[in-house]
T-cell receptor, first 113, second 112 residues
Framework: GDSVTQMEGPVTLSEEAFLTINCTYT??????LFWYVQYPGEGLQLLLK?????DKGSNKGFEATYRKETTSFHLEKGSVQVSDSAVYFC????????????FGTGTKLQVIP | EAQVTQNPRYLITVTGKKLTVTCSQN?????MSWYRQDPGLGLRQIYY???????DKGDVPEGYKVSRKEKRNFPLILESPSPNQTSLYFC???????????FGQGTRLTVV
């Protein structure tokens, strides 16, 4: 079945450091890929998405490129801020199978001043 | 304001006592889902609904029921809760399953 694998956290970075959170997926066909962010005590919010190979999603300085050849959708940001501290979830939706969304386990990011 | 509203936010109950967690959205979305979030397991989909009267099982449906009698509401029912259903639950809605999902604030359920 469809699955999403994220790097284990927590990830601790200093402010202005470069961020990469790895995400790889397994799916038959061509899924849509998402990154969601969860701030403490809140529900998830969409951060960015990509719907086909080589698409780049971007928002709030975060970027991720849909790489079909490596089945990856790694999240990057050039300079993190303390306000980026949150849990980040990679997710996929594949319309050819069941109409459901599959999430990764989440990666907690802590940015220290 | 576009939102997904879950109630209650916190609930402590005893094993076997039926409970319902309500979910309502005001965006006229077709697709709604319930998830549970557990440490180390991320979000797992319990049930989803493509539209009124159309529901289907997600990855972990055992012990749960849902209904979709109206487009805006998607309640989650635990007929006989057990301690292993202690978790943080989220309701979400989207126009279609491959579009942005809007999440509720979550319901923290403890079954003792």
């Amino acid at each position: 079945g469809d699955s999403v694998t994220q790097m284990e956290g927590p990830v601790t970075l200093s402010e202005e450091a470069f961020l990469t959170i790895n995400c790889t997926y397994t799916a038959t066909g061509y899924p849509s890929l998402f990154w969601y962010v969860q701030y403490p005590g809140e529900g998830l919010q969409l951060l960015l998405k990509a719907t086909k190979a080589d698409d780049k999603g971007s928002n709030k300085g975060f970027e991720a490129t849909y790489r079909k050849e490596t089945t990856s959708f790694h999240l990057e940001k050039g300079s993190v801020q303390v306000s980026d501290s949150a849990v980040y979830f990679c997710a996929l939706f594949y319309s050819g199978g069941y109409q459901k969304v599959t999430f990764g386990t989440g990666t907690k990011l802590q940015v220290i001043p | 304001e576009a939102q997904v509203t879950q109630n209650p936010r916190y609930l402590i109950t005893v094993t076997g006592k039926k409970l319902t967690v309500t979910c309502s959205q005001n965006m006229n979305h077709e697709y709604m889902s319930w998830y549970r979030q557990d440490p180390g397991l991320g979000l797992r989909q319990i049930y989803y609904s493509m539209n009124v009267e159309v529901t289907d099982k997600g990855d972990v449906p055992e012990g749960y029921k849902v209904s979709r009698k109206e487009k805006r509401n998607f309640p989650l029912i635990l007929e006989s809760p057990s301690p292993n259903q202690t978790s943080l639950y989220f309701c979400a809605s989207s126009l279609k399953p491959n579009t942005e999902a809007f999440f509720g604030q979550g319901t923290r359920l403890t079954v003792v």
